[in-house]
């Protein structure tokens, strides 16, 4: 199948994009690297009468160091990420998850802002982005709003966002060597999206601890007591049980088992980071 017909606006930057969505139609859809969009368009499930282009808006296309912050834009891609073309707000673990989100070809075009909004559940920036406390930077005309990721996720595919806001970029927190990260997947095979998922963040110079359950066929879930859990005090079947009671056991028993890798990673005397 085709897309049904739609009128087409490249944007020069974020203010320009929301300024053209508020102006063509209440339809109208932001596109970036169309990796997620373009098979829903071709199959007829989205339906927009007007698509903005958002992919070379130039305060996305571009990352900078705001001290304590990497601002990404929102149209950097995961091979820019993977290929060190943007700075890495941590010890390299960024480039270590672009470099498993499906293949180079969508790699290429797919972008950290595409992949948040889209939101899909099993998605590795929604999961990884929401375990390293990351926020977006959404842009309504000139106006701009900052999210937390956590609280950006309403639903699976579902977001805070209104028609006419565009993710200009996503800011996130530098973190030093000092600190120790784990990220674990389950996939039917490599560059396949998630069955499950389980992040781990332990940074002693910012006193965080966090634990994320991810790929849960909703947002994602910031384990409560996470030094509890890291401790061993708490059982994980337990844990995942209460943040994911919707799961089917198989589900469950793979997301136990993921939270275990996680956890062990992150607390291993090896090298942080990783996971598969
Ligand atoms: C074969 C295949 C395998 C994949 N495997 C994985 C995987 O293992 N892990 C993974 O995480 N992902 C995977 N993906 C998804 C991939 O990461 C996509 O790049 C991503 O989901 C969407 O990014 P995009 O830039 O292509 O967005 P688009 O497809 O262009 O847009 C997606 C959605 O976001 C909206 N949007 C885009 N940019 C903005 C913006 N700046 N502001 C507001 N709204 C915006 C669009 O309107 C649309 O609703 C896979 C995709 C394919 C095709």
């Known amino acids: ?5 739609f009128e087409y606006a490249a944007a020069a930057s974020s203010a320009a994009a929301s300024a053209l969505l508020a102006q063509v139609a209440d339809d109208a859809k932001p596109i970036a690297g169309g990796q997620s969009l373009g098979p829903m368009l071709n199959l007829r499930l989205a339906r927009p009468s007007a698509l903005v282009d958002v992919s070379r808006a130039s305060d996305m296309r571009t990352a900078r160091d705001e001290g304590d ?6 149209a950097v891609t995961h091979a820019e990420i993977e290929d060190g073309d ?3 707000a941590t010890p390299g673990w960024l480039a270590a998850v672009a470099r498993r989100i499906a293949y180079r070809a969508v790699r290429n075009r797919g ?4 992949s948040l909004v889209h939101a899909d559940p099993a998605a590795d920036w929604v999961n990884v982005l929401t375990a390293l406390g990351a926020h ?3 842009a309504r005309g000139s106006a701009v709003r900052t999210v937390a990721l956590c609280d950006f996720f309403t639903g699976p595919f579902a977001t805070v966002l209104a028609h006419d ?3 200009a970029g996503v800011r996130v927190l530098k973190r030093r060597a000092t600190a120790r990260w784990s990220y674990w997947k389950f996939c039917l095979k490599a560059g396949d999206f998630a069955k499950a998922s389980a992040a ?3 940074d002693p110079e910012r006193r965080e601890t966090r634990i994320l359950l991810g790929a849960i066929e909703r947002p994602p879930v910031l384990l409560d007591d996470p030094l509890a859990i890291l401790q061993g005090r708490r059982s994980l079947a337990d844990v995942v049980t209460q943040a994911a009671p919707h799961l089917s056991d198989e589900a469950r028993t793979l997301h136990i088992a993921a939270l275990r890798r996680a956890i062990a990673l992150a607390t291993s005397d090896g090298k942080p980071g990783g996971g598969s």
């Open 1 to 5: 199948m085709k897309p049904v017909r």
């Open 69 to 74: 912050a990497i601002f990404y834009g929102g």
């Open 86 to 88: 943007v700075p890495d």
């Open 111 to 114: 972008t950290i802002a595409g």
């Open 136 to 138: 977006v930077v959404v």
């Open 165 to 167: 806001e565009v993710v």
């Open 200 to 202: 781990v963040l332990r």
